[in-house]
């Protein structure tokens, strides 16, 4: 039994020794091209609007991470940024989706400009009474 003794903390120190920290997954620094946008044409002020962005990411490990938006000149551009969770991913370029949601404040119509790649972008436009 004493010649065992050793075991149990040799054990305990392997299997603890092989546990990773938690790390904070950041979103990716660069944009992720949208490739369509779909939901309603029209709305109301102070009401949001949901719309379904669809984006790819770079291989199977890609997800969505957030929304970047700017406004510029009387559009809203808005920006997909994924998140690479995991080691080993699959080498294909899926296409994810996520909800953006739009809270017009005032009448008239809205230009959302949906980020595709360097001064190119999907235009969807909401009409809003």
Not at 8 to 29: G, I, N, R, Y
Not at 54 to 75: E, I, L, M
Not at 78 to 90: F, L, Q
Request: proline content about 7%.
């Amino acid at each position: 039994m004493k010649h065992n003794a050793w075991l149990l903390p040799l054990l305990f120190l392997l299997l603890s020794a092989c546990q990773k920290p938690d790390e904070e997954v950041m979103p990716s620094p660069t944009p992720t091209s949208v490739i369509k946008v779909e939901g309603p044409d029209s709305g109301k002020a102070g009401e949001a609007v949901l719309l379904d962005v669809y984006f790819v990411v770079a291989n199977g490990c890609g997800q969505f991470g957030s929304f970047g938006t700017t406004v510029q000149d009387s559009a809203t551009i808005v920006a997909v940024y994924p998140v690479y969770i995991g080691e080993v991913c699959t080498l294909n370029l899926p296409t994810r989706k996520a909800v953006y949601s739009y809270t017009p404040t005032t009448k008239g119509k809205h230009t959302l400009k949906f980020w595709q790649g360097t001064n190119n972008y999907l235009i969807k436009t909401i009409t809003v009474e």
